[in-house]
């Protein structure tokens, strides 16, 4: 009994281990026969690639079909007729096939099939990117005044997903308030749009506002629109002279320079704690004098207008005599200053050596002395040694017959 027992075991513990080398050889062959596909992002209007294939095949067809489950490629037949889907490689483990000119319809997922026992299938999700329109900016139609506010509002459409407005001032960028996003009507995209406030200075004159739009279907930059700014501010003035050493009995002018926007158009002359002489003629923007002379010494002041407000400014004239030397600018100064520093301690330079020279030679005179003398009977001697020479040597004599 024991021995049926244990029969029955081994039976059934050979059994079991035939059904799992079965399973496992099954699931080996599913394996082979399992076609393996991966999803692709395409934007509208561009060509996507569609591949599927498996590791081993028994002489069953690949199959490619879209979002509808029309069959698109059966093997290397082509069974719908749409030019955009082209044949790329059919083989028996192997089938790619392009779409060309996607568009939003062509969203979704197609599948792969193996017509084996029984048919394997694998799916490939196609993501149709929609490209944004270039972005639209409103709400600036005239110059604005300075220390206002105006607000911009920029608008793109067509996108999918939506895309995301970026505001930049120059090459600064803004930040804007939150973008609304709207879905279009009859079709799977979006419209973007954002606002922006800007207060105003004289320094945004002239200034470029971009609305650029970022979105995965485009390069940063492709897509953007900018509006300049036109700001009106008051003017800001001066007064250049003509010459910065004007000479008593010259020609001469000053000129009343406005930086304002609108330019200034209107300009009037005074003199201050006087009346402009009338040889002073006033022409615009400059004030002329026929013949300068030392009464036009004084203050004048030029007001300018430029219909958002009037400014001033002034200008203090000292005539020079003819004779008068224009006075040297800083620059020429420090150079000359470096000139004569260089002289004087070349001459220093020049009196110590030369002073050294001289105590040297004055002791090398006293040393002979003191040699003329050392030998000498009475001073008379001395002198004589010195101024002869060393003590010891022979005179020539020369002898007259």
């Given amino acids: 009994m024991s021995f049926q027992r244990s029969a029955f075991r081994a039976l059934v513990a050979l059994t079991m281990l035939l059904a799992t080398s079965v399973r496992s050889n099954n699931e080996k ?25 498996v590791k081993e095949n028994d002489n069953s067809s690949l199959q490619w079909s879209n979002t509808a489950q029309q069959t698109l490629y059966f093997g290397e037949k082509r069974a719908l007729k749409d030019n955009r889907i082209q044949l790329v490689k059919s083989t028996a483990t192997e089938l790619i096939i392009t779409i060309a000119d996607v568009q939003l319809s062509d969203d979704g ?12 299938t694998s799916r490939a999700t196609v993501t149709v990117l929609g490209v944004p329109g270039k972005p639209v900016i409103t709400g600036f139609e005239d110059a604005v005044q300075e220390g206002s506010k105006v607000t911009l509002t920029c608008t793109s459409s067509g996108s999918k997903p939506p895309a995301t407005l970026r505001w930049y001032r120059d090459h600064e960028e803004l930040k804007g308030h939150p973008e609304v996003v709207e879905s279009n009507p009859d079709e799977p995209t979006y419209t973007v749009t954002s606002e922006i406030t800007l207060s105003v200075t004289r320094n945004d004159n002239n200034a470029l506002i971009t609305c650029a739009v970022d979105h995965p279907s485009i390069t940063i930059g492709d897509k953007q629109t900018e509006q300049p700014l036109s700001v009106l501010f008051s003017p800001s003035v001066q007064i250049h002279p003509e010459s910065d050493l004007p000479k008593e009995g010259e020609k001469f002018y000053l000129q009343c320079v406005g930086n304002g926007n609108p330019e200034p158009t209107a300009f009037e002359w ?21 013949s300068l002379n030392k009464s036009d010494n004084g203050i004048y002041r030029c007001l300018a207008d430029n219909g958002i407000d009037r400014q001033d400014g002034s200008y203090t004239l000292l005539v020079q005599d003819p004779t008068a030397m224009p006075t040297s600018s800083g620059v020429d100064h420090a150079v000359i200053g470096g000139v004569v520093a260089v002289i004087v301690f070349i001459m220093l330079c020049l009196l ?50």
């Fill in 29 to 53: 062959d599913e394996m082979h026969f399992q076609p393996v596909t991966q999803d692709e992002t395409v934007s509208v209007g561009g060509t996507v690639t569609l591949t599927c294939s």
């Fill in 109 to 120: 997922d197609y599948t792969c099939s193996i017509f084996t026992m029984p048919v394997r």
């Fill in 270 to 290: 005074e003199k201050k704690d006087g009346e402009l002489h009338p040889l002073v003629k006033v022409d615009g923007a400059f004030l002329r004098f026929e």
């Fill in 352 to 401: 110590i050596v030369l002073g050294r020279y001289l105590i040297r030679h004055k002791g090398t005179y006293l040393t002979h002395e003191a040699k003329g003398s050392d030998d000498a009977p009475d001073a008379d001697t001395a002198i004589i040694n010195a101024e002869g020479g060393h003590s010891g040597v022979d005179d020539k004599k020369e002898y007259f017959i």
